[in-house]
């Protein structure tokens, strides 16, 4: 079954013929060339597709494209939008918290989410927030003490 | 020169974070391929062992979408690194449930994944070993009745009519004379499961088969021109007629070298010709149908003389090699040369054998042997230490390896500190200091294990690199090794950027992705090697550029060589103190007065680098000149608290020293350390469960869990140690594996300091650590 | 993931209608954390699927005269942040807390988490220690049923085919009541639990009552009416210990590839001592 949805993609209406069974995460990547949120195992587990939508992290894999249906998805590709690296960047790259790169524009994302609405967040809370990201390459410490940095900066 | 460094041994930004954290890197699966791409699933066996009878793709090929079926009738020709023991598709049995049988190709993963159901496959069972203990008994069913008839290279010794594929002795001294020498002695076995690399990227491959015979393969791949060799070998397509590209990995560990699905995709390419085929794994089949590390069940027997030096040490190792051992092999092999681990002993047994179980398939991964010995020998360390009334630390400072050291295989050792690392270890994580526990039920205790690795490769693995100059004295470097995200990228470039006298900022690395059609070859990316190996490659490269701009302005100015350096961009002459930019003149060359006529050129540099002293070992002893390039060791130090009420662990923190040889980025080496200590510790947690039939259950992130940041201990702090290698670039080695090495057998001796309790059997657990404490009365 | 049709009906009717399709098998959409997974799997087959979340009511959390309504279409997180749901039934915040990660719990929903009825889902055990009723309606008529009466099996609930569950009722309990969710898994943060503990309790004139549900050690989340006698007997030392045994008791875990049953009837003791010891330390400090 194919659906006509309307949403907002990084601030950009856009109007997609998407299939029922298909997931965000594919029509992100496939029909929007969108191809930051990655496939990291389709099952909600690993975050490697994490994007926001209507400001909050969500795993594309397991959100039906139709779903999207009158909703703002925001990705990676949108975080330095203005030309400048977005605070959260600015402090992975300082702070080599970017290995092999493919779980980055999930912790990005994720960590952008979490801030909006936790501005001030202690490291256990961010250590928790972050959990449904996983990571095999830095050991997370970096990528932790990044978040906090730049919450400061955000904030 | 004797002038201090100015890139290398600099912490210098990532060559590649700014791409990365953008998102616009693209890794295979982000490449376009257009609406042409099909997409193909692979069968997988539901048996653990079995011959096939028959195999029927009528029903399957008549689903319309579908394009092609494949399998072993398509692939006669054997396929293999060190041993060829396999064929791309399985001809006439199945060895472990989980492999692949065939393939499907169709327009959409849908209609493919519908297919599959359509393949009657006719089995029949034969019995299956999955131990690698009883899988080497001379009553085991045998998953290789023709190993005798395998193309084996000429260090493996496999043993036909058995399932051993590799049995590496190691003979020094006379152990059974020295047993009455020892004062205490300890006898025990260990045993690590199967676990996985779980790299966030799952394995993937595109290729194409034009009809003109030319193939492409794209892959996550470590080993693009190693696969490049084995397909070209299996598949007789001649090496300049199948180009392998390989962008940015998402995690390798070691997984995504040597071949794993990619040749089975080729063959499904070369069945549409002309259409390109993409074939991802889903995370389940990433678990059950890639690459594993091997399990091990080791035997020890180590005994000290009375002041507690090692005196005798006899092991005896089986790797749990899986269903094809065409690179296990070699791990069986490296743990057989370094059976010891960084200790002095004089008399030495060791039998390392690589067997055949209807398991995964068991290749590289991180530490390559030495992981999986270590967990026994650093807890058996601890133990004698204890048994003697000596210092756990004290123990390793009298028995470690030292620089010119007689090591187990007769070979010098050349320079390392092991000691420093220890005490550097020892140091950070308050060694001697009980410290109480930070809550209520809890127990806290400290540990330390310390390693070896040397590069496990064939005597003779090539790096090779060319530097290239734009007009404005950039330089693009080519290299043929790939980022896995341990920093090569960005390690090349400083390399290059020094020896050139050039600014880090001018260096272009021209690397994404690897293409064997343009890249200059690299043997693979594995073995911690490619600092060192393209290091020196890529430095001869610069050298030989760098000589090139010299010899030019040195004419020129009619001046010696000797007088000149490049240093900024621009070659200097310490002589008469003149100036040549680089600019331009590394493409235009140099004009002559009144422009008569002109000299030099565009400068081109091109180095390569190859071991010529590794030497055979004694197939019965193990004893030769040279066995191995050189060793990287260290020490790991972990402090961690129990929780009585549920027996979960959690790590307060990790100190880890490497002697690197040289530090090109120091904070790039912190960040290994500090990855490899998680990896380490997530791995004490890790293992394949199976069913009785061999299958597995926990084939997905929800009941196979790696560590994640609620896991991460609260500090790691690493520490650097340099001895320089003698042949490294600016006295470097690789350090990416030995980060991970040792922690499983730290954390176990730290448990045992906290609970007076030892595990000999991994994987660890909550249940199992509470359900022991509960034994011992401890709650 | 093999194909199936999509469909977000306005209303109830439409809704209904949908559900009842001749010779479809047709599922209730919600969060989709379960159905994606499991239609992936090819454990879930389906025709169709009818999304419910935007109907009237399914995202409310509010107080009626009843007590407390949460809508069956109410996200994880939405309760765990809801100041009215922490104001008098924080320990099923505690347990929608609990579930998966931050990017699950913005999708999963409370209905979802019930109709799915895995043995060690987090929001039963605070459900039933709260005395929820679940509202079942269909085309026909609506219903109330008691979450004592909810589920019946691994993956079985009251729900029949052609139900939608709306939301569940809680009464609003005595002032001075506190609970707490014990979750015991493998490792830290986001997975499964092994063992779960819902405790609470409440004033009843001079003394306290207790309740006790215990998730993830038998087909359907239990409570342990010995334990709970026991508490109301006393909490000191003592009767937190023999309770804790009573719990372990009641208990009929299963060994998996998870843990084993030894293991999980130890946790639950130890688990239960957890709960009941922060539930009193909740008492304690008032808030």
């Known amino acids: 079954m194919l659906h006509e949805i309307t949403f907002k993609v990084n601030d950009e209406t856009v109007t997609l013929a998407v299939k029922s069974h298909h997931t965000l995460l594919k029509a992100l990547r496939e029909q929007l060339g969108l191809t930051g949120a990655k496939i990291g195992c389709e099952n909600g587990e690993c975050g490697a597709c994490t994007v926001l939508m209507d400001g909050e992290p969500v795993n594309a894999c397991l959100v039906l494209a139709v779903e999207a249906e009158g909703h703002s998805i925001e990705t990676i590709e949108n975080l330095n939008k203005s030309g400048e690296l977005h605070p959260l960047q600015k402090a992975f790259v300082k702070n080599n918290a970017i290995q092999c790169g493919f779980c980055t524009p999930g912790m990005l994302m994720m960590a952008k989410g979490y801030l909006a609405k936790n501005p001030n967040p202690t490291e256990d809370e961010v250590r928790e927030a972050l959990v449904g990201n996983l990571c095999r390459c830095t050991g997370y410490i970096r990528i932790i003490e990044s978040v906090l940095e730049a919450a400061k900066e955000v904030a | 020169?004797?002038?201090?460094?100015?890139?290398?041994?600099?912490?210098?930004?990532?060559?590649?974070?700014?791409?990365?954290?953008?998102?616009?890197?693209?890794?295979?699966?982000?490449?376009?391929?257009?609406?042409?791409?099909?997409?193909?699933?692979?069968?997988?066996?539901?048996?653990?062992?079995?011959?096939?009878?028959?195999?029927?793709?009528?029903?399957?090929?008549?689903?319309?979408?579908?394009?092609?079926?494949?399998?072993?009738?398509?692939?006669?020709?054997?396929?293999?690194?060190?041993?060829?023991?396999?064929?791309?598709?399985?001809?006439?049995?199945?060895?472990?449930?989980?492999?692949?049988?065939?393939?499907?190709?169709?327009?959409?993963?849908?209609?493919?994944?519908?297919?599959?159901?359509?393949?009657?496959?006719?089995?029949?069972?034969?019995?299956?070993?999955?131990?690698?203990?009883?899988?080497?008994?001379?009553?085991?069913?045998?998953?290789?009745?023709?190993?005798?008839?395998?193309?084996?290279?000429?260090?493996?010794?496999?043993?036909?009519?058995?399932?051993?594929?590799?049995?590496?002795?190691?003979?020094?001294?006379?152990?059974?004379?020295?047993?009455?020498?020892?004062?205490?002695?300890?006898?025990?076995?260990?045993?690590?499961?199967?676990?996985?690399?779980?790299?966030?990227?799952?394995?993937?491959?595109?290729?194409?088969?034009?009809?003109?015979?030319?193939?492409?393969?794209?892959?996550?791949?470590?080993?693009?021109?190693?696969?490049?060799?084995?397909?070209?070998?299996?598949?007789?397509?001649?090496?300049?007629?199948?180009?392998?590209?390989?962008?940015?990995?998402?995690?390798?560990?070691?997984?995504?070298?040597?071949?794993?699905?990619?040749?089975?995709?080729?063959?499904?390419?070369?069945?549409?010709?002309?259409?390109?085929?993409?074939?991802?794994?889903?995370?389940?089949?990433?678990?059950?149908?890639?690459?594993?590390?091997?399990?091990?069940?080791?035997?020890?027997?180590?005994?000290?003389d009375g002041e507690g030096n090692l005196t005798a040490m006899q092991v005896e190792y089986y790797f749990g090699g899986g269903s094809s051992n065409e690179y296990g092999t070699n791990i069986a092999r490296a743990a057989g040369y370094s059976c010891t681990g960084p200790y002095d002993c004089p008399n030495v047994k060791g039998d390392s054998r690589c067997v055949y179980t209807n398991t995964q398939i068991g290749s590289a991964m991180r530490g390559f042997g030495m992981p999986e010995i270590h967990w026994g020998l650093e807890q058996i360390m601890d133990r004698l230490a204890d048994q003697i009334g000596m210092d756990r630390v004290e123990f390793r400072k009298r028995n470690c390896v030292r620089t010119g050291d007689t090591i187990v295989t007769g070979m010098k050792m050349p320079a390392i500190d092991l000691i420093k690392c220890i005490d550097l270890a020892a140091k950070g994580i308050g060694w001697g200091k009980k410290e109480a526990p930070t809550g209520p039920n809890k127990l806290r205790g400290k540990g330390i294990a310390i390693m070896w690795k040397a590069p496990a490769m064939p005597p003779n693995p090539g790096s090779s690199a060319i530097i290239r100059f734009n007009e404005d004295a950039t330089a693009n470097v080519f290299v043929g090794g790939q980022e896995l995200g341990q920093g090569t990228f960005t390690v090349m470039a400083q390399i290059a950027a020094e020896t050139l006298g050039i600014p880090y900022e001018s260096i272009r690395m021209t690397v994404n992705p690897i293409d064997t059609r343009y890249s200059p070859y690299e043997w693979q990316t594995v073995a911690s090697r490619l600092t060192w190996s393209m290091g020196n490659a890529v430095k001869a490269a610069a050298e030989d550029a760098r000589f090139k701009i010299?010899?030019?302005?040195?004419?020129?100015?009619?001046?010696?060589?000797?007088?000149?350096?490049?240093?900024?961009?621009?070659?200097?002459?310490?002589?008469?103190?003149?100036?040549?930019?680089?600019?331009?003149?590394?493409?235009?060359?140099?004009?002559?007065?009144?422009?008569?006529?002109?000299?030099?050129?565009?400068?081109?540099?091109?180095?390569?680098?190859?071991?010529?002293?590794?030497?055979?070992?004694d197939p019965d002893t193990g004893q030769g000149t040279r066995a191995v390039v050189h060793y990287t060791v260290g020490a790991q130090a972990v402090d961690l608290e129990v929780d009585t009420e549920t027996g979960i662990v959690e790590v307060l923190k990790i100190v880890s020293a490497y002697d690197v040889g040289k530090a090109i980025n120091p904070d790039l080496v912190l960040t290994q350390i500090e990855g490899g200590a998680v990896h380490g510790m997530s791995s004490a947690f890790e293992g394949y469960i199976y069913d009785e039939k061999g299958k597995m259950l926990n084939h997905s992130l929800v009941d196979y869990k790696i560590a994640t940041s609620m896991d991460a201990p609260r500090k790691i702090q690493g520490e650097i140690v340099e001895s320089a290698v003698e042949d490294g670039p600016y006295g470097a080695r690789g350090v990416g594996e030995h980060v991970m090495v040792q922690t499983a057998p730290a954390m176990a001796n730290a448990i045992a300091d906290a609970l007076g309790i030892r595990f000999n059997h991994l994987p660890l657990s909550a249940e199992k650590i509470y359900l022991a404490m509960l034994e011992k009365g401890i709650v | 993931m093999q194909p199936f049709d999509y469909y977000k009906p306005k209303d109830f009717d439409e809704a209904f209608h949908l559900l009842n399709t001749p010779g479809k098998v047709v599922y209730p959409y919600a969060g989709g954390t379960d159905f994606i997974p499991m239609s992936r799997d090819g454990v879930w087959k389906c025709d169709a699927v009818v999304d419910i979340k935007g109907l009237p009511g399914m995202r409310d959390i509010q107080e009626t005269p009843e007590g407390l309504f949460v809508g069956a279409a109410v996200r994880m997180n939405d309760i765990a942040s809801s100041e009215l749901v922490a104001s008098h039934w924080d320990v099923l915040a505690q347990g929608a807390a609990s579930v998966g990660s931050q990017q699950i719990r913005n999708r999963a929903t409370l209905g979802g988490n019930m109709c799915t009825a895995s043995p060690c889902a987090d929001t039963p055990p605070a459900l039933c220690v709260l005395n929820a009723s679940v509202i079942i309606r269909n085309a026909q008529s609506e219903r109330r049923v008691p979450i004592a009466d909810f589920f019946k099996w691994v993956r079985k609930t009251a729900v029949q085919l052609g139900d939608i569950v709306i939301g569940v009722v809680i009464p609003r309990p005595a002032k001075g009541a506190y609970g707490s969710y014990i979750k015991l898994s493998r490792r830290k943060g986001s997975d499964l639990s092994l063992v779960s503990v819902a405790a609470f309790t409440y004033p009843n004139g001079k003394a306290a009552n207790w309740k006790l549900a215990l998730g993830a050690v038998a087909p359907i989340p239990v409570r342990s009416p010995e334990a709970e006698a026991i508490l109301e007997d006393g909490t000191d030392e003592e009767h937190i210990e023999r309770a804790a045994k009573a719990a372990a008791d009641t208990s009929k875990p299963i060994s998996d590839v998870r843990a084993s049953e030894k293991y999980r009837k130890l946790m639950v003791a130890n688990m239960t001592k957890r709960a009941v010891r922060m539930t009193l330390e909740r008492r304690g400090k008032g808030g």
């Open chain 2, 1 to 304: 020169m004797t002038t201090e460094c100015v890139t290398v041994g600099k912490s210098v930004t990532r060559i590649d974070a700014a791409e990365k954290v953008t998102g616009s890197v693209q890794y295979v699966d982000d490449l376009p391929f257009g609406p042409s791409l099909l997409y193909g699933k692979l069968l997988h066996s539901p048996h653990a062992h079995a011959l096939i009878k028959h195999l029927d793709a009528t029903k399957a090929l008549a689903l319309p979408g579908v394009k092609a079926v494949v399998s072993g009738k398509d692939t006669p020709k054997p396929i293999g690194l060190y041993l060829k023991d396999r064929t791309i598709f399985p001809i006439d049995r199945v060895r472990y449930v989980g492999e692949v049988v065939a393939g499907v190709v169709a327009t959409s993963e849908e209609i493919a994944e519908k297919a599959l159901e359509l393949i009657e496959v006719d089995y029949e069972l034969l019995p299956a070993v999955f131990d690698p203990y009883l899988a080497a008994q001379p009553d085991a069913p045998l998953l290789h009745p023709d190993l005798g008839k395998y193309e084996v290279v000429n260090f493996v010794f496999p043993e036909p009519g058995t399932n051993v594929s590799e049995h590496f002795k190691l003979r020094k001294g006379d152990v059974d004379a020295a047993w009455p020498k020892c004062t205490a002695i300890i006898e025990d076995t260990f045993s690590l499961p199967q676990i996985q690399h779980v790299p966030i990227e799952p394995h993937i491959a595109v290729a194409r088969w034009d009809k003109d015979n030319q193939v492409t393969l794209w892959a996550a791949s470590q080993s693009p021109f190693a696969q490049r060799d084995l397909i070209a070998q299996s598949l007789d397509i001649p090496h300049g007629d199948l180009r392998v590209i390989a962008p940015y990995v998402g995690g390798g560990f070691g997984g995504k070298a040597g071949i794993s699905i990619e040749a089975n995709v080729v063959v499904m390419a070369r069945a549409v010709k002309g259409t390109p085929v993409k074939v991802r794994m889903t995370r389940e089949e990433e678990f059950l149908s890639t690459n594993v590390r091997q399990s091990l069940v080791g035997k020890y027997k180590i005994g000290v």
């Open chain 2, 550 to 617: 010299l010899d030019t302005v040195a004419k020129y100015w009619k001046e010696d060589i000797k007088d000149l350096d490049i240093k900024n961009g621009v070659v200097v002459s310490y002589k008469s103190e003149r100036e040549q930019p680089l600019k331009k003149m590394v493409v235009y060359g140099l004009p002559n007065e009144n422009y008569e006529g002109w000299q030099g050129g565009p400068i081109v540099g091109s180095g390569k680098f190859m071991p010529t002293y590794v030497t055979n070992l």
